[in-house]
């Protein structure tokens, strides 16, 4: 298994200009998560999916639309980039609570780092 | 609003002990997790709790007291390659849903 994986790995833009990140799993889990993890500021949650076709907001979702049209992608997409959207982006998933109700651990991709100029 | 505080930054010495606070104001409490994030990479899961009490495994503890609003993880014999970011997270639950929000983490250099 390759648990998350994360598309690009890196990514420079200018600002205005738009871009998708990819977010995979391949452990048939329900939840999916984006967030973003800025110096000081800990990781902070931008949109989340709770399963195949639904998307909600989350702490900070501003500038930032978000797609689950299959259950294993979870994409992040920002329409008109902004130098303060420079940032490393996670990805992270997790079963439903049914199925390990004790233990509801997020997986964490690799992370993206943008950068906005 | 949820509000978790951790201490920014902490020394230990190798093979020595070191206890990682976080104390947290939330509403819909459904447990604290601890992850491990060395530079660079994403985090990992090391610890959850739902109970008070004392988890423990290996060479590391997490205890946590849901009256206080507090937790804390323990580092035994501690190793070089400890030295990371601990971030500790609370999960809620709202809106029929479960999330996680996660503490500004704290980053422990282990010395020689």
């Known amino acids: 298994n390759a648990g998350v994986t994360q598309t690009p790995k890196f990514r420079v833009l200018k600002t205005g200009q738009s871009m998708t990140l990819l977010c995979a799993q391949d452990m048939n889990h329900e939840y999916m998560y984006w967030y973003r993890q800025d110096p000081g500021m800990g990781l902070r949650l931008i949109h989340y999916s709770v399963g195949e076709g639904t998307t909600a907001k989350g702490e900070v979702p501003d500038g930032y639309n978000v797609s689950r049209l299959k259950k294993q992608n979870f994409l992040l997409g920002l329409e008109s980039a902004a130098p303060s959207q420079t940032s490393v982006y996670f990805c992270a998933s997790n079963s439903h609570p049914g199925d390990r109700a004790h233990l509801w651990e997020q997986y964490f991709g690799p992370g993206t780092r943008l950068t906005v100029t | 609003g949820q509000n978790i505080d951790q201490p920014t930054e902490m020394t230990a010495t190798e093979g020595a002990i070191v206890q990682i606070n976080c104390t947290y104001q939330?509403?819909?409490?459904?447990?604290l997790f601890w992850y491990q994030q060395h530079a660079g990479e994403a985090p990992t899961f090391l610890s959850y709790?739902?109970?008070?009490g004392l988890e423990e495994k290996g060479r590391f503890s997490s205890f946590l007291s849901r009256s206080k609003g507090y937790s804390y993880l323990l580092l035994k014999e501690l190793q070089m390659k400890d030295s990371a970011s601990y971030l500790c997270a609370v999960r809620t639950e709202g809106a029929g849903s479960y999330q996680l929000t996660f503490g500004k983490g704290t980053k422990l250099s282990v010395i020689p």
């Open positions: 939330t509403s819909g409490f459904n447990g």
């Open positions: 709790n739902v109970l008070d």
